[in-house]
């Protein structure tokens, strides 16, 4: 049996960090892309960024692979 080792951050490798208690969950807008003959793509990213910042900030991936929270909770 191998025993725990946090990461740099104290965390389990492979997961991002717990958010501090009483913090907000960020607000993210999601756009998505339909393509025929293709999966759909969604791109989230942070409200009111555009240009350089947006670039930096953004993360696509399949629509299909995108949930509501409130349905894993």
């Known amino acids: 049996m191998s025993e725990f080792q946090p990461d740099a951050r104290g965390g389990r490798p492979g997961r991002a ?3 501090p208690r009483g913090s907000r969950p960020p607000v993210l807008s999601l756009v998505v892309v339909r393509y025929d003959g ?5 791109t989230i990213h942070p409200p009111g960024v555009a240009g350089l910042a947006r670039m930096e900030t953004w993360l696509s991936t399949d629509r299909s692979v995108v949930v509501d929270l409130a349905a894993w909770r």
């Open 17 to 19: 960090p717990a958010p």
């Open 38 to 42: 293709a999966p759909d793509r969604a």
